[in-house]
């Protein structure tokens, strides 16, 4: 029997659903039964929305998948981490260079202009600066990123949180950023 409004009948539409239900893609399932796949899409869809267990299954496949974005996360930030961690230790390094050839100069060892140190100085602000405000803004860059993929997976009120917080200490400054 048709179905009123559509041309196809529910037989067509149970076999189609029942391939989906066994695990053949939509994209197949339509193919085979000459239907155009944004209708078994609907469909499914509509099947799905009236079956609990399907609710459920996707409930969890979404806490699976903010799970793994959350592992993924957390990587990514650990890498960043590292690279902070080892451009603060070149902010270090510069700047003890920098204050052992200022006090050489301050000794006689070394002869340096103060335009010279006042130059050098610069030159260390600059390099030391760049990385950890580079570092920075990909952190936050992290953080856009993982709120924008856990509003699309919590979609429909299932909220799982995945939250991470990371400061980023800029040695040459003393300061400190929360990310």
Do not use: N
Not at 60 to 84: F, N, P, Q, T
Not at 137 to 157: C, P, Y
């Amino acid at each position: 029997m048709q179905q009123r409004g559509s041309k196809y009948t529910a037989e067509i539409k149970e076999r189609a659903l029942a391939m989906v239900a066994s695990g053949e893609s939509i994209t197949r399932a339509a193919m085979l039964l000459g239907v155009p796949k944004s209708t078994l899409a609907d469909w499914v869809h509509t099947q799905w929305d009236a079956d609990e267990d399907a609710v459920a299954a996707r409930r969890e496949h979404r806490r699976a998948s903010i799970r793994r974005c959350g592992r993924i996360v957390d990587k990514a930030l650990g890498a960043i981490d590292r690279r902070v961690t080892a451009a603060a230790a070149d902010c270090r390094a510069a700047g003890e260079g920098l204050r052992l050839l200022e006090r050489a100069a301050k000794a006689g060892c070394v002869e340096l202009s103060d335009t010279e140190v006042q130059g050098l100085r610069k030159l260390v602000e600059d390099y030391t600066g760049t990385p950890l405000r580079e570092l920075t803004g990909a952190l936050r860059e992290v953080g856009t990123h993982q709120q924008a993929i856990e509003a699309q997976l919590t979609e429909g009120g299932d909220a799982q949180t995945i939250s991470v917080e990371l400061t980023v200490v800029d040695a040459a400054g003393g300061g400190a950023d929360a990310v």
